[in-house]
């Protein structure tokens, strides 16, 4: 798990904040680097295609390696194939084809994760889940620190570097997923009962009363196909049974999910950008920001860990949105400065502490909401919904910061974050309600 784990983390920011820089030393303007950083949408909608890959198999590699395998091989393949390909692509030439490989990256790189969840969930019994949840999470930030740090460090002129080095040696480490996928064995696949709970019947009975009594071949897919069986359960279903429990809360808290991270996830579209226009070096962005900034989401994450476990969860809800907004003005303050690597440092802290803190709250939030029958499945949705908005709205920021420029742009970020503190007050509220119901 722990090397699938680093294939898994390797090519997100390689198509993301370090392919940022990329374009922008190919002299690409802010704004279409920002409308470029669209090409993550693909990690949010992935659960869109995630039934076709848990059921389709792929002619002749089937056989060959069994149906995970066979999907993980050609996604680690086809990721490995890409980067080596953006590798040699100038993108100040050829900026349409870079983006094409981009793109193909992502939607390779979210497969991956599909058929890597599936893997490990497979692969191990119950008790073990949590050691090979460890193992992957730690691959995957080993994987983050190479692809942030380490391959801003290898493109950075100033040391003799450039971006097809970069990404030629990125291509080869995906190499340590290949050899994952060699020593991992074929995992016990067990064709599962899909739409047998009572909720499944009556959502697929539902569609089948809204088509057409003659369209008898839509029917019989929805009623027969694996595909369409395994939608039902693995997205419908799920949100159906959200709104049974939480009625017309459950759409407060959609609308707080979706809110929540907007602001750091606007903001962080441009923050490589942002430094590199400020004059730091790339090795000064990957040992400030990529490397100790981890280590400060990481501390931040254990914190909101603590936190929980010790104060109301919505309370440390509120206390991260405040902390992500004002965290976003000391950027603003930043850009009216001169550059500062002792400021850098001081601003990074806060933001990844709080950055940490907010995200590792969300996440226990999260595990309050599931119910046990749709737990993979409705964190799916969780953490679809959690970055939609932000990556939507990102896509705008290079435009943004033409339009304003930096100081206006963190200031507009931070503002952004309202809506998410005004919602966790309304579903703190609710609490205060269904306390005082219980003590009548």
């Not at 902390?323 to 950027?331: D, G, Q, S």
């Not at 933001?351 to 996440?363: C, K, R, S, T, Y």
């Not at 742009?409 to 306390?435: D, H, N, Q, S």
Request: glycine share 8%; proline share 2%.
């Amino acid at each position: 798990m722990l090397l699938l784990g680093f294939s898994a983390g390797l090519p997100f920011l390689l198509v993301m904040g370090t392919f940022s820089l990329l374009l922008k030393d190919a002299g690409i303007t802010r704004s279409d680097i920002g409308y470029a950083s669209w090409i993550g949408l693909a990690y949010s909608i992935k659960v869109l295609w995630a039934p076709l890959v848990d059921n389709l198999k792929i002619p002749f590699l089937d056989k060959l390696f069994g149906k995970r395998r066979s999907w993980l091989f050609v996604a680690q393949v086809g990721i490995t194939a890409c980067l080596s390909a953006i590798a040699i692509t100038d993108a100040a030439v050829n900026t349409a084809m870079i983006l094409g490989f981009a793109i193909v990256t992502a939607f390779l790189s979210a497969t991956q994760d599909i058929v890597i969840d599936a893997f490990r969930v497979e692969s191990v019994d119950d008790k073990k889940q949590g050691a090979a949840s460890a193992m992957y999470i730690m691959g995957y930030r080993l994987a983050m620190i190479a692809a942030g740090a380490g391959a801003l460090i290898l493109a950075d002129a100033e040391i003799g570097g450039n971006w097809e080095v970069s990404y030629k040696i990125m291509a080869l480490c995906m190499s340590i997923g290949l050899i994952g996928w060699l020593l991992s064995p074929e995992p016990p696949h067990v064709e599962k009962a899909i739409g047998h709970s009572e909720l499944d019947h009556r959502v697929t009975n539902r569609l089948l009363n809204i088509v057409p009594a003659t369209s008898t071949r839509l029917k019989d897919f929805i009623q027969h196909s694996s595909v369409s069986q395994h939608i039902i359960r693995a997205i419908i279903s799920p949100f159906v049974d959200f709104i049974i429990r939480f009625r017309w809360w459950g759409l407060v808290i959609i609308a707080f999910i979706m809110a929540f991270r907007v602001s750091d996830l606007v903001m962080g579209v441009m923050t490589n950008v942002f430094y590199d226009d400020m004059g730091f070096s790339k090795t000064e962005i990957a040992e400030i920001s990529k490397v100790y900034g981890l280590i400060m989401t990481i501390v931040g994450a254990f914190i909101g860990g603590i936190a929980v476990n010790r104060v109301s969860i919505l309370r440390c809800l509120y206390t991260g949105a405040l902390l992500v907004m004002m965290t976003n003005l000391l950027f603003a303050h930043m850009a009216t400065l001169p550059k500062s690597n002792e400021l850098l440092i001081a601003v990074i802290s806060a933001d990844n502490l709080a950055g940490g803190f907010a995200q590792g709250v969300l996440m226990a939030y999260f595990a309050t909401l599931v119910n046990k029958e749709f737990t993979a499945t409705q964190y799916a949705l969780y953490t679809s919904l959690m970055t939609l908005v932000g990556k939507i709205l990102g896509g705008f920021s290079g435009a943004d910061i033409d339009r304003w420029g930096y100081e206006l742009f963190f200031i507009y970020t931070a503002f952004l974050g309202i809506p998410a503190v005004i919602l966790v007050m309304a579903l703190m509220y609710r609490e205060k309600l269904l306390k005082s119901n219980e003590e009548e």
